[in-house]
């Protein structure tokens, strides 16, 4: 059978571990060869995938890495037709508490790199006039708690940014949409409470802890030629948390 | 423009296999689109219609297409006849897993013009349709442990239009954005039965309804066509493969939301934040 990705250059972010890694993962069996972009050494994502990885340590707040990453991209392939940026960081910490530093570095790392990625990016996409985004978000905007007002600001600017790249690439066959996850067991979450998880998805119509399988389907979706009459969106992806219209 | 044009795409096989899905108003546009597809993704597909000649041509492109189709004339307001049409499907097929709430109608009338019967009328033809068929499977749904259902909305519950020519959209846009809200309470009432629900929001799509409006107005089809971001506008499977994505398994984790198909008028006019 023909696979909905075949022929397709997939660079995923935070591909090292958590979501970043099951979308990786996900995309590589749709035929897709993905690029594995981590802070750390994305290796062990890379084993499991095989032959159809190439891996790049990089950090996505800094735009000569993203030069880097984009070069690479195409001496090896010539091209890259999806991005998803996923790698995130979420430091809690309440406004008394909030940094300039963590203030900064969230911004840097949810936000910046989403702008370096379609920077560098897109014009490897318009030589082909297909590309895909979809850049990951928080259903936590719609649902907001304590301690996290500078990552509801980079989530909510991601959705602002998918809107406005939207019009900027739409006539270059790319598109742009947020996809918005609601708490997800990943090595980023282990060391919350478990009674801090279970407080926020036992307010979801499904009342289970979300896994990083959750959302391969949806962005598989979403990177397909299935999805190409929506860009500009923004999909929650949160077993039914999202309670603001 | 051929309705059964084909613009993607992946694979679709086996994507609904072993699943019964209910579809309304497949005797045209989107729905019969739909009806097709979800058949040659796997389901068995029951679909209905008040419109027999609708029917009769949508059966001709199945039998074109080599997938079968279990069709009916039943209207989707009729509490009654849409009890019994599930019903004997159910029976028939073993159970019900997907129900797609497609079939609609509105009185398009500037708001100055619109009578008390044209607004009630219109609220029966775009809430009651989904209602009504709603209420009619629930119970087959959770006997059956969960199930997907999806209701077509519109852009026009999310935004307001302007009235070109004789067409305000006052009411379609109530009844619409009625769907929306429908959608996420009745994903939160569903969600202890693994019952999901979803609402799809078509923007702009070359129907037989659309195209009749816009062959009737140069100005309205200047904003048709001037409405998404994507330089075209939406055909029949646009929707349509957004369906079978909230229909089938791979959204598993996606309930209450409105997902928008629109080529990206509403991130080029810029309405809320979220659907
Ligand atoms: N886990 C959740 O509960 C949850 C909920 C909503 C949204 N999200 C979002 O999903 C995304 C992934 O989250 P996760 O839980 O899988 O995270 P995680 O911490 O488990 O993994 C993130 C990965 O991104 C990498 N990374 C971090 N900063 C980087 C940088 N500057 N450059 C390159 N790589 C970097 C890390 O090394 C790590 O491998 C994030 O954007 C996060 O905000 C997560
Ligand atoms: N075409 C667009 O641009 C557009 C945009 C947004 C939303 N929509 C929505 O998409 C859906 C399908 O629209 P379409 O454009 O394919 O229209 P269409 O007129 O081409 O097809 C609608 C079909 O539904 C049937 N139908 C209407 N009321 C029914 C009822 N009570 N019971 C059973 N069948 C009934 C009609 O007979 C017709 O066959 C509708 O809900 C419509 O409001 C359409």
């Given at each position: 059978m023909s696979k909905s990705h075949s022929g397709r250059i997939a660079l995923v972010t935070?591909?090292?571990?958590g979501i970043g890694r099951a979308i990786a993962i996900k995309l590589a069996e749709l035929d897709a060869k993905v690029i594995l972009v981590d802070r750390e050494d994305p290796g062990e994502t890379a084993a499991l995938i095989g032959s159809a990885a190439t891996s790049v340590q990089a950090d996505v707040s800094r735009d000569e890495e993203w030069a880097r990453i984009a070069a690479l991209a195409d001496a090896t392939?010539?091209?890259?037709d999806i991005v998803v940026n996923n790698a995130g960081i979420y430091p809690t910490a309440r406004i008394e508490d909030l940094t300039v530093e963590t203030w900064r570095r969230t911004l840097a790392v949810n936000l910046d790199a989403h702008f370096f990625s379609a920077r560098h990016l897109v014009p490897l996409m318009r030589r082909h006039g297909w590309g895909r985004f979809v850049n990951i978000s928080s259903s936590s905007i719609g649902t907001p708690l304590p301690g996290n007002s500078h990552y509801m600001a980079s989530k909510m600017g991601v959705i602002g940014f998918v809107r406005g790249l939207a019009n900027d690439v739409a006539e270059f066959g790319i598109t742009v949409n947020a996809v918005l996850p609601t708490i997800v067991q990943t090595p980023g979450t282990k060391d919350a409470p478990p009674e801090f998880a279970e407080s926020v998805w036992r307010q979801?119509?499904?009342k289970r802890f979300s896994e990083p399988n959750d959302l391969v389907g949806p962005i598989a979706f979403l990177t397909?030629?299935?999805?190409?009459?929506?860009?500009g969106q923004a999909l929650p992806v949160d077993g039914g948390l999202y309670k603001v219209g | 423009m051929s309705t059964t044009e084909l613009l993607s795409r992946g694979p679709v096989e086996?994507?609904?296999?072993?699943k019964v899905a209910l579809v309304t108003g497949?005797?045209?546009?989107q729905g019969r689109e739909v009806a097709l597809l979800f058949a040659e993704a796997g389901a068995i597909v029951a679909g209905c219609d008040i419109n027999p000649e609708g029917l009769k041509g949508t059966a001709a492109l199945a039998a074109a297409r080599d997938v079968k189709l279990d069709l009916a004339q039943v209207d989707a307001s009729d509490e009654a006849k849409v009890a019994s049409w599930v019903d004997d499907v159910a029976a028939r097929h073993g159970g019900v897993d997907i129900l797609y709430n497609n079939g609609a109608g509105a009185h398009f009338v500037p708001f100055g013009d619109m009578t008390l019967s044209q607004w009630h009328d219109t609220l029966r033809l775009e809430l009651d349709t989904v209602f009504i068929p709603s209420k009619a499977v629930w119970p087959y749904l959770i006997a059956r442990g969960g199930g997907s259902i999806v209701n077509i909305a519109s852009i026009a519950g999310m935004m307001g239009g302007e009235v070109i020519g004789s067409a305000g959209a006052a009411a379609h846009a109530t009844g619409k954005g009625g769907v929306i809200s429908f959608t996420r309470q009745l994903a939160t009432e569903g969600g202890v039965h693994g019952i999901r629900v979803n609402a799809i929001s078509p923007g702009p799509i070359v129907t037989p309804a659309s195209e009749a409006v816009v062959a009737a107005s140069p100005d309205f089809r200047k904003l048709f066509e001037g409405?998404?971001?994507?330089k075209r506008s939406g055909r029949p499977v646009d929707v349509a493969y957004a369906g079978l994505f909230l229909a089938s398994?791979?959204?598993?984790?996606?309930?209450g939301a409105n997902l928008t198909v629109d080529g990206g008028a509403t991130a080029k006019t810029g309405i809320s934040v979220l659907s």
């Open positions: 935070g591909a090292g571990r392939f010539g091209r890259c979801q119509a499904i397909s030629e299935d999805a190409h009459f929506i860009t | 086996g994507r609904l296999t072993g497949v005797g045209s546009g409405m998404p971001l994507l398994d791979e959204s598993a984790y996606i309930t």
